[in-house]
């Protein structure tokens, strides 16, 4: 186990990139035998979100170099949470705590993204793809990557993460998060019963639906028993299947079928929520495809 964790620290970057590229391999191809949405352009579709990929890069490396120092610090100087339980509990215990601690703070930054005005403008970029599958995770505003990256760091700050802890949290996440924008679902038992404690696929689908309550819940990253403890846990009834996008950015084609557009949703004014008419509601699924050129 010393041996692995010391295997994890020399090599984080290559451990990380290499689950990163094969996990994403994988699920892109389980899509292509399993999908449960089928009628989009999913290569045109990836190419949009995968842009994403790019502008994100070196805020990822200069927040890397940043965790690394201030961990490095917190070590040092036994500063924060951590260190005030962590000489006295078994190591598996101090990981279990770490890493929940990690989870709630990315619980935290996700309720803070939904529910401030100018944090929700860089959300909505991740909210407004029409078609959640495995490039939907790709899909972050650099502005968003940002804030996610800073607001991490201070949660490592304060709680005195330890880096190896880090790490594996890390990897965990990039199967977690994968798993729950894939455009698949698991039987529904197996669901409900992961669900319990872990955010599933059809879970994070009911948070990707576009209207509320819907939007406004399932926030939880790795864990769903933080949506259950703060009442924020939903599952969609059966008559009313999930839709995705965000209400008031359903019509305009511009903004979801090319990376430009995509960009600079932020910037753009902002638009309140819930404006949809009554007649725009009923006609519901079907019109918001009509047009829509990622649609074959
Ligand atoms: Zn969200
Ligand atoms: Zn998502």
Redesign the pocket.
Known sequence: MLLLIKFLIYHSETVELATFAGVLFLCWNIENLAAVTLNYKKWKHAFINAGFILTNLPIGLLFSILFAKCMQWTMHHHFGLIYSFHPFVHPVFSFMGSFMLLDLGEYVYHVLMHKNKRLWSFHIV??SDRI?DIS??LREHPGENFIRLAFTLLWIFLTGTLFWVLIIRQIIQIFSTSL??MNYTLPENVDRLFGWVFITPSL?QV??HYQNPYTDSNYGDVLSIWDRLFGTFKRMPPEEGVIFGVDSYMKDNEEENNFKSVFKIPFIPFRKRNQLTQSDEVVGRNIFYESNELIS
């Open positions: 991740h909210h959640v939907t995770m729950a924008h994070h948070h990707h």
